[in-house]
């Protein structure tokens, strides 16, 4: 079981990720320099767990986890 | 002999009548003259190229002893000093149409004269071959033999020739990813928009650069237990360690790298960086979680959200990277885990 945090979603789903977390911007998927450490941080925390909660999600198709 | 040309035919041990699968051990061996399909070829040639020998391997024999078949059998070609090697054609036989492919290759580098072989387009050999060797599409099974060999004989015969090619649709060999500038009368944005008419009208098109295509696997189900579960990490963003030791490429890599990540908490700026290129790597540099989210992962595993993390991580470029390339780093990454009972990963992409 495989999540893709990306940050250009068309091209996941180009070459078939079937659980998609969309992240935040190309150089810095996973963060966000214009936040304090400690937000980037927490940001990042609830991408990773949106991908822990989208393994725990049944999917039938390609899904991407919005919002 | 005068002009006539001199041509070596590669065969198995099925085509070149020495048995079937219980002779697929054969060594490489040589006979003067042609053999099996090698009369119908040179019925083709007529008096313009004489099959002067046919080297003959099985198929077992080739793919178990690749380097040492693929010498006894070029120094064998070599022998009857040919201007042209006709291979197979190797239908949907796997093992004989990578032969095939193998043997044209190294007679086209090594001995610098044209080879042609067949093969049906979801042969093994195609996908390893297609870019180094000219392949004639041919159907299935053997039945397709009286089509094929017209096509390359005449394919050989321009390539010995030294004529001029044309498409790979017009010549009727396998695309070998060659660009070529030719002058069209018609600019770019008008044939896309009249593609894109026929499209709408639900006509035929011929697109000019056809999509790779890509595999699809069914979602896999749900995962109850992530608590008790080994994750892993894998990002195309190019994290690796200060220095970059695998030398992971910033763009088009060939390769990934798999890093020891056991007992570490954080992904320091001293002692990692991103390689790739193509984004401005400020942002990763100054603080790597940006990319490959460790820190939280390590948080997670803590609090027992998940069993526990993978020790090691796994990094490739994602920039310009074929996706040819990257399913086999996938398939061997995979390997990893399956083989070490991972049954979680996240990929996270710039």
């Known amino acids: 079981m495989a999540v893709h945090i990306c940050s250009i979603v068309p091209i996941s789903k180009t070459v078939g ?3 998609i977390v969309p992240a935040v911007a190309i150089p810095h998927p996973l963060g966000d320099p214009a936040k304090t450490t400690e937000e980037e941080k927490t940001l990042r925390r609830a991408l990773v767990e949106k991908a ?5 999600t049944k999917v039938e198709d390609q899904r991407v986890f919005e919002g | 002999m005068g002009n006539v040309l001199r041509v070596v035919h590669y065969l198995n041990q099925f085509f070149g009548q020495i048995g079937g699968e219980d002779k697929a051990g054969t060594k490489p061996l040589k006979r003067d003259g042609a053999i099996g399909p090698g009369a119908l070829f040179q019925g083709i040639f007529g008096q313009e190229a004489d099959i002067v020998g046919t080297v003959i391997c099985g198929d077992n024999y080739f793919n178990e002893q690749a380097e040492a078949a693929k010498k006894a059998v070029l120094a064998m070609i070599e022998g009857y000093r040919p201007n042209l090697l006709l291979a197979g054609p190797a239908f949907n036989a796997g093992r004989y149409g990578i032969a095939c492919g193998a043997i044209c290759e190294a007679v086209v580098d090594r001995l610098r004269i044209p080879a042609v072989t067949g093969m049906f387009p979801e042969n093994a050999g195609v996908e390893l071959y297609r870019k180094s060797v000219y392949i004639v599409e041919t159907k299935a099974s053997s039945a397709g033999m009286r089509d094929a060999a017209p096509r390359m004989a005449a394919l050989a015969m321009k390539l010995v020739r030294g004529e001029a090619l044309g498409s790979p649709e017009e010549e009727g060999y396998l695309p070998r990813g060659i660009r070529r500038n030719v002058f069209n009368l018609e600019r770019g944005a008008t044939r896309a928009v009249d593609m894109l008419l026929q499209k709408m009208k639900g006509n035929a098109f011929v697109t000019e650069y056809p999509m790779p295509s890509f595999d699809r696997v069914d979602p896999v189900s749900a995962i109850e237990n992530l608590d008790e579960v080994t ?19 910033s763009s088009s890599a ?32 100054e603080d790597p979680h940006r990319v490959l989210p460790l820190d939280v992962v390590r948080d997670l595993e803590r609090e027992g959200s998940i069993g526990e993390l993978y020790p090691y991580y796994y990094a490739t470029v994602g920039n310009g990277t074929s996706v040819a390339k990257a399913k086999g780093f996938a ?15 996240i990929i996270s992409s710039t």
């Open chain 2, 231 to 249: 994750l892993a990490l894998i990002t195309s963003g190019g994290i690796v360690p200060k220095g970059n030791p695998d030398h992971v490429e």
């Open chain 2, 254 to 285: 060939s390769k990934y790298g798999k890093y020891d990540i056991r007992g570490v908490e954080r992904l320091s700026p001293d002692s990692y960086e991103t390689a790739h290129g193509g984004y401005d790597p400020t942002y990763a540099n």
């Open chain 1, 17 to 19: 990720a079937n659980r």
């Open chain 2, 331 to 345: 398939e061997e990454i995979a390997k990893d885990l399956v083989r070490d009972g991972v049954k979680a990963v």
């Open chain 1, 52 to 56: 822990l909660g989208a393994m725990k």
